[in-house]
């Protein structure tokens, strides 16, 4: 994936262009840039860990420090976890935080969407039945009154009126 912006500041080099390329580092992303990577490969398994052991909002510090606990016994960034524990707690606090917040809110346009939709597809349906009823009673009606003419024109009586 590439993200690239253009910007011009007066004062800076008028038409610099900086491009980034940003690479998706979940677990079944990008293996080979991983296996280069120890600090990648390692961030890669703290943040599944945490996703894994984080199943509800008042589980998320207990487990971020499940994770850093596993990451230094199987020595997966175990030196920057051992120096910088509590940086890392704040931090990926702060981030699933924000990680959740993004999902809740596509989650709620989503919902919102869809009971949009069906609300709209609902009123649509309720007034097609009623165009579509109204149209069919007029064409009983026509039926009816097409078949009384034909009645009084060949003579044809009801089988109550033959009684």
């Known amino acids: 994936m590439k993200l690239s912006t253009s910007f011009c500041h007066e004062t800076e080099n008028p038409g610099l262009e900086v491009v980034c390329i940003a690479y998706n580092i979940n677990p079944e992303y990008n293996t080979e840039l991983k296996e280069k990577s120890k600090v990648l490969y390692g961030y890669t398994v703290f943040v599944e860990k945490v996703r894994e052991y984080a199943t509800t909002k008042e589980k998320l510090k207990e487990a971020i420090k499940r994770a850093i606990d596993e990451c230094i016994e199987e020595n997966i960034l175990k030196e920057f976890f051992l120096k910088r524990r509590k940086d890392v707690e704040k931090m990926t606090t702060i981030d699933c935080r924000f990680e959740t917040r993004e999902k809740l809110i596509k989650r709620d346009a989503y919902e919102d969407g869809f009971d949009n939709g069906y609300e709209d597809g609902f009123k649509n349906g ?33 089988s109550e009126e033959n009684k």
């Open 126 to 158: 309720v007034e097609s039945q009623r165009i579509n009823t109204e149209r069919e009673k007029k064409r009983a009606e026509t039926a009816e009154a097409e078949l009384e003419k034909y009645k009084a024109v060949f003579g044809v009586l009801d």
